[in-house]
């Protein structure tokens, strides 16, 4: 079974300060990694995968199989970044989602 | 603009109801997924349908039931509501042509059991 863990519940930085959201997983497999973010009373929605290796919005994520970590980052926050962010994984051949428990970000002027 | 659409935004039921939540997604996707959020668990899978009449359970079923009679619509029914399903419940839907495919998910329903 796949699990994943986000260890900081919230995180509070300065605007244009840098940011590091944790997510590390357990998985024997290949995993798909996503980062989804819900922004104050709009739904949950998809900020990045793995797979893509793109940057959006700012933001990057590097899986490393090593660690079995999938990390974001921002080099510099803004007040727009506010927000509650999960990470996801699916399992090889598997549609089903399994997410961390989340991470509120606040970025204070 | 692909569309999850929840059929309540806020719900407020007495225990030992019965209760119905409804999910409707314009995509054609074949899999939809019921999910409940709760502070500090994050979202936990309570069922997924990957077909139509086709469902598996997930983390947290107990108490849940659901059901798929049109691949549009995937519905949760709490057969007896209690305090403790007291919760945000998430629907989404994804596709299933190929891997890492985006799940989109619905507004939310937050349910209030008392």
């Known amino acids: 079974a796949q699990r994943v863990t986000q260890p900081e519940k919230l995180l509070s930085v300065f605007k244009g300060a840098p940011v590091e959201l944790k997510c590390n997983y357990s998985?024997?497999?290949?995993?798909?990694l996503f980062w989804y973010v819900q922004y104050s009373r709009q739904r949950l929605q998809l900020l990045l995968r793995h797979i893509s290796r793109e940057s959006i919005k700012g933001f990057t994520a590097d899986l490393n199989k090593g660690e079995t970590s999938f990390h974001l980052k921002k080099p510099f926050a803004q007040e727009e970044d506010s927000a509650m962010y999960y990470c996801?994984?699916?399992?090889?051949?598997?549609?089903?989602?399994?997410f961390g428990a989340g991470t509120t970000v606040t970025v204070r002027a | 603009d692909v569309k999850v659409t929840q059929s309540s935004r806020y719900l407020v039921k007495r225990t030992g109801e019965k209760v119905f939540l409804e999910c409707v997604q314009d995509?054609?996707?074949?899999?939809m997924f019921w999910y409940r959020q709760d502070p500090g668990l994050g979202l936990r899978l309570i069922y997924f349908s990957y077909d139509v009449k086709m469902k598996e359970k997930g983390d947290i079923p107990e108490g849940y039931s659901v059901s798929r009679e049109k691949k549009e619509r995937f519905s949760l029914i709490l057969e007896s509501a209690s305090t403790n399903q007291t919760s945000m419940y998430l629907c989404a839907s994804r596709p299933q042509e190929r891997m890492n495919t985006e799940a989109f998910f619905g507004q939310g329903t937050r349910l209030t059991v008392v």
């Open positions: 995509m054609d996707h074949e899999n």
């Open positions: 996801a994984l699916s399992a090889s051949n598997d549609y089903k989602l399994s």
């Open positions: 998985y024997s497999g290949s995993p798909e």
